[in-house]
């Protein structure tokens, strides 16, 4: 019997081990690897949530729906000139725009600034065609917004990249 107790500690140990070194190793993983990990998650997320600040200094969010051009993380939404979110950016043009994949298991939070492109030239480059129904003049019923990453928060279950431990502060690039 303790022969046996001891065989399955030892295999408590080993296994312990392993996973603790996996664990570790999966978290060692550079910028360009987040980068394309954040890509692909944004990519296949249906919806985001932007977040901009109004003159009062207190955060509003909503859905968007977002358009990733490149894996640089090339980031465009659309809206109503007239909108609060286009007078929040005038005030202020620090945002934070969050993406979660659809089976909830990975997250991107991207904190920046947003521009406001209003250029015909610009809107027709960056549009995204499912924006099309909404918009009857894309020369006067539309801004675009570009996204300018400041820093880049991920975390990604099914690629086992989690959070610190302690804090759960998630893998973090800054541009």
Not at 76 to 81: A, C, E, K, S
Not at 96 to 110: E, H, R, T
Request: proline share 4%.
């Amino acid at each position: 019997l303790i022969s046996l107790i001891n065989m399955l500690h030892k295999k408590i140990l080993f296994l312990s081990f392993f996973f603790i070194s996996f664990n570790l190793l999966s978290q060692t993983i550079s910028s360009q690897e987040i980068k394309n990990l954040a890509f692909e998650i944004i990519k296949d997320s249906k919806n985001s949530v932007l977040v901009t600040i109004d003159s009062l200094g207190k955060p509003t969010s909503r859905i968007m729906d977002h358009h990733i051009i490149s894996k640089e993380l090339d980031i465009y939404l659309v809206t109503n000139p007239l909108s609060r979110k286009v007078n929040h950016l005038r005030f202020n043009s620090s945002i934070s725009i969050n993406f979660q994949s659809p089976d909830g298991k990975n997250y991107v939070s991207i904190n920046g600034i947003g521009i406001l492109i209003d250029e015909l030239n610009l809107k027709t480059k960056y549009w995204k065609n499912e924006w099309t129904p909404y918009y009857n003049n894309i020369e006067t019923d539309c801004i675009l917004i570009q996204i300018v990453p400041d820093s880049l928060e991920l975390v990604s279950l099914s690629n086992n990249i989690t959070g610190d431990p302690k804090t759960w502060k998630p893998k973090t690039i800054t541009f």
